[in-house]
């Protein structure tokens, strides 16, 4: 059974950082991309960043130059990291993988995803 497990979210103050966590098992990610998404309240899902199987990776606009995804196949898991966090990133953010390449179309829709992790940026 395929489980997606984020972590990291909290309560941060605008201009600060956050490291978000994604653990996978049950699945042998090391074939698959790995995408981070994130919905904001009354607004529609979107995609933040992406990694490839072999470690390339993309950003949206939103956190383009402040965002960092990696990824650990040995520990399977994934990461993304924010600085300069703005109140506008507050959202819940998902993880999601089981597609082989990453893309920026909008029904990019991987079959797993986690169950996500809250992030608040507000003083």
């Known amino acids: 059974q395929v489980q997606v497990v984020e972590s990291g979210g909290g309560l941060v103050q605008p201009g600060g950082s956050l490291r978000l966590t994604c653990a996978v098992s049950g699945f042998w990610m090391d074939s698959f991309a790995i995408g981070w998404f994130r919905q904001a309240p009354g607004k529609e899902r979107e995609m933040v960043s992406c990694?490839?199987?072999?470690?390339?990776?993309t950003y949206t606009e939103p956190v383009k130059g402040r965002g960092t995804i990696s990824r650990d196949n040995t520990k399977k898991t994934a990461y993304l990291q924010i600085d300069s966090l703005k109140p506008e990133d507050t959202a819940v953010y998902y993880c999601a993988t089981g597609l082989t390449s990453c893309s920026s179309s909008p029904y990019y829709n991987p079959p797993y995803w986690g169950q996500g992790t809250q992030v608040t940026v507000s003083s």
């Open positions: 990694i490839d199987k072999s470690g390339g990776s």
